[in-house]
Structures are given as C-alpha cells and as structure tokens.
C-alpha cells in the first residue's frame, strides 16, 4: 500500500516539499499553523515566487493526492512525517531559535500512529535530533525519528526536490532506513546517491554543505579585494582557477557577496554550536568569511562614493535587483536591498527596481522608492547599481538606456554583465574587483 505522507510547516521549504511528494504519487497532507498559508495553498496559490511550484502545485490539487489543513489531527493516519518548518536566527545571538522544530514536535507527537516515522528536514544545530527523538519516544515509544536534511535552492526548489544530487538520511535504525528507501524509491531507482549516516552526522552535512559554500564565496570576493588592490581582474582569475576540477567553477562568482535565509545565518548557527561544544577554534575561520561577505557590501558604497564624489545627498541612483538572488522573491538578509538602505540613509534618493521582489522589498523597506520598470528606475540617474543577476538585466540593451540617464555610469556588483557591450555603447562601466575602478 502506498504511504501516507504529511508535511508539517508549509513555507517555503515545506510547500515545495509536499507537493514534490505529491507529484511521486503520495496521498500528501500539509499541516501547518498559520491559517493564510493554508487557505492560499488550498486555493492553488504559493505565497513566494519559485518557478514551476504554482504550476505543480495546481496539478497536483487537482490530482486529489494533495491537501492542506491547519488541523493536526488529520495527519493522524499518515505513516512519514516530515518536518519543514523554519530555524531562523535567534534576535538576541547568532544561534538558531528552535522554538517551531519543537512545537512542531509536541503538536504531533500525541497524534501519530504507532509505527509512523518523523523525519526532520529542518536546518538545525547538531544535537536536536536526539533530543526531538528523546521526547518523541516519551510521549509515543513505538514510533521513530529520522534526519534527511535538504539542500534545495531557491529558484531550483522543485528540480533539486525531485532530481537531488544526494539524499542523506540520519536514521537509528534500519526499519527507518527501509521507510525511507520506500518514500524516496524513484530517486534511488534514478542512482541518485543514498548516504546513511546517524543522526549528528546527517545534521552536520548541511551546516558543513553551507559553510563550504560560504566558503567558497568569499573566497572569491578576499580575491576580489587583492585584485582591486593589484589592478587584477577577479572574473578572469575565477575563471582561470575554476578549470581545476579540484576547485570547481561553480559558487566562485565574486560580487556583492551571500545573503538569504540560509548561507547567513546557518554559518552564524554552526559558530553558536561550536561554541558550545568547546570547539569554537574548529569554525574560528567562518568569522572571517562572514566578515568579508559584509565587507563586499561595503566595498560597493565605497565605489559608488567614489563616482559620485563622496557626498551622496540628493544624488539619484538606480539599483536594479532587489532579490537575494535571482529568479526568487526571497528579501532575507539580501546585499542588493541592505546596499540600497544604506545609499539612501546617507541622502541619496534610491530607486529600486526587481521583476519579482518589489512587495517584499516594499513591505521591509517602506521607506524606499521602487519602480515598476528598468526604465523609470533608470531615468535621470547619476548612477545605476546592477546587484541582482535576473536574465532581463542581462538582455537590457544599454544603448537603449544612456538616453534615459542623466550620467551613464553603471558598477556591476555581480560581475554578471557584459563589460565590452555597455562600454561600447557609451557606459562608463566599473565592476567590483575589476581593475579599472
Ligand atoms: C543555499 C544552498 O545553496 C542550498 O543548498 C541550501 O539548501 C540553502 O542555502 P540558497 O539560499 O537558495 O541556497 O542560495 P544560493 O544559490 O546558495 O546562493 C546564496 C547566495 O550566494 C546568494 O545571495 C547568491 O547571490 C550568492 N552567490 C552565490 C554569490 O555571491 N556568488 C556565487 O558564486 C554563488
């Protein structure tokens, strides 16, 4: 018989997930406490933007496998209990607030079947799964907690969900192993790698996946200050080290630097963690790379300084992108609208531009100017700031633009733009960690 499945927590990461689910023929019903979620994704509506969910998500409505409640009894029935709800940063520290990874726990745990499995997906400090599972089995010893941590990205949620590049799970016995081989039976049908691990390990492999990434981010942007210093070009020196298969040409993309709900404050939790195992030294070195990644911020109102004289009062300027990155509408700790702020707090007049981001952007930022098009952000500029890398900023036709400007100077804070194009076209063209600035 096939397993019934529930979602408990249905963001971001919970949405995508129970409907992926779905779509692998699962009868899938997603729980969660807020009773807007629920009524929009009932309705065939995601409250983000992430490509392809809104499509799948009506199909699978349709399908009669997918549901949505704000009732935790109705996951009684169900055999695989997933856990996707939020670890954000605490307000206080760097650590990780737990408190919805535990109320989600206590909420289900009276409900469930006997024999039913829970399995975290949540990013949490290693260690929580031991403790969720010690007061699962308090209240219902005949069921069982596993880990199977996600590494999806927002943008690719839906791809990474059905084709992951791995799967972990952190189980403690092998019954749980042989529920989750079930739930995951396409997958490993496809190869797609399958590592057992116990429980701290599978909670470790996402905090060390994202503090490797960070890593490898601000790598790159300490090489784009030394090329800045040494009238280098860090695009080329990305490219040229990429073609090692030891290193990899991906994730070396120097700019403005990570931000999100996740690489931020996962790197930050990790420290918290270390600490408090005593082994703070191991993960000095993140302090660093968070430093640099706040660093590139910096670095790019330091250019927009330079360009326009130091004093930025009263001086227009174009920021395009608004996004933490592109093809999401995700504002979390994002470069492009903390640098956006922090021009217009020092009396520039800012106007924002994002194909996707704008409401969430506005409802963080009211204070901020946001335009509905390329054009009216642009027009009688003094300085565009290019900080998202969407494909339509790419397409934009600068010579289009220079007659919509006051001065054309635009600084590329993604290195993402074709340097060659705009200054043909007239552009004075700057980029971080590009000689010439
Ligand atoms: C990340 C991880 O990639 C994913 O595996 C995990 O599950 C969640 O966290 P995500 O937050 O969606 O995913 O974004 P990601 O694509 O990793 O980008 C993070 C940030 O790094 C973005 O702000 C992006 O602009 C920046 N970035 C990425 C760079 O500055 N340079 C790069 O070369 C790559």
């Known amino acids: 018989m096939t397993l019934k499945i529930s979602v408990i927590g249905t963001g971001y990461l919970g949405a995508t997930h129970a409907t992926c689910m779905s779509n692998l023929g699962f009868e899938v019903i997603g729980v969660d406490v807020d009773p807007a979620k629920i009524e929009s994704l009932s309705g065939g509506t995601i409250p983000f933007y992430e490509p392809r969910l809104q499509e799948l998500l009506q199909t699978e409505l349709k399908s009669g496998r997918l549901s949505f409640s704000t009732d935790f009894n109705s996951i009684s029935d169900c055999d695989v209990h997933f856990i996707c709800v939020g670890t954000p940063q605490v307000a206080d520290g760097l650590a990780a607030d737990l408190t919805y990874v535990f109320s989600a726990l206590e909420a289900i745990a009276p409900v469930i079947k006997d024999g039913s499995l829970v399995v975290g997906k949540s990013t949490v400090p290693v260690g929580t799964a031991a403790r969720l599972r010690a007061k699962l089995l308090e209240v219902n010893p005949n069921t069982d907690l596993a880990w199977n941590p996600e590494f999806l990205r927002e943008g690719f949620a839906v791809e990474d969900t059905l084709n992951p590049n791995r799967l972990v799970v952190g189980v403690t016995s092998s019954k749980s192993e042989e529920i989750l081989r079930e739930v995951y039976a396409r997958n490993l049908a496809a190869q797609i790698p399958w590592v057992v691990a116990d429980l701290p390990t599978s909670e470790l492999v996402k905090v060390a996946a994202n503090a490797f990434l ?8 300490a090489m784009a200050e030394i090329c800045e210093a040494a009238g280098g070009d860090v695009t080329v020196l990305a490219k040229a ?17 990570f931000g999100g709900g996740c690489l931020p404050k996962d790197i930050r939790a990790f420290m918290a963690r270390a600490e408090e195992l005593g082994a703070e030294q191991a993960l000095e070195f993140l302090r660093e790379i968070d430093s640099i990644n706040l660093r590139a911020r910096s670095r790019m109102i330091d250019l927009v300084r330079r360009d326009l004289s130091e004093d930025l009062r009263g001086k227009k300027i174009a920021v395009l992108g608004a996004a933490f990155k592109p093809d999401s509408d995700d504002v979390r700790d994002s470069p492009a609208l903390d640098i956006a702020v922090q021009i217009q707090a020092a009396g520039a007049i800012v106007s924002v531009h994002d194909p996707k981001a704008i409401p969430n952007a506005r409802a963080r930022f009211p204070a901020l100017n946001f335009a509905e098009s390329i054009e009216a952000c642009v027009t009688d500029a003094q300085l565009v700031l290019h900080l998202t890398e969407w494909k339509v900023y790419r397409e934009i036709d600068p010579l289009k633009l220079i007659g ?14 074709d340097r060659d194009l705009w200054r043909s076209a007239g552009w004075n063209f700057r980029a971080l960690g590009r000689s010439e600035n």
Do not use: E, W
């Open 214 to 221: 960070a890593t490898k981010i601000s790598f790159i942007n």
């Open 404 to 417: 919509l400007v006051k001065s054309p100077i635009i600084i590329d804070g993604r290195n993402a733009l």
């Open 241 to 257: 080290i990429g073609y090692d298969p030891r290193i990899g040409s991906r994730f070396l993309q120097a700019g403005i630097g």
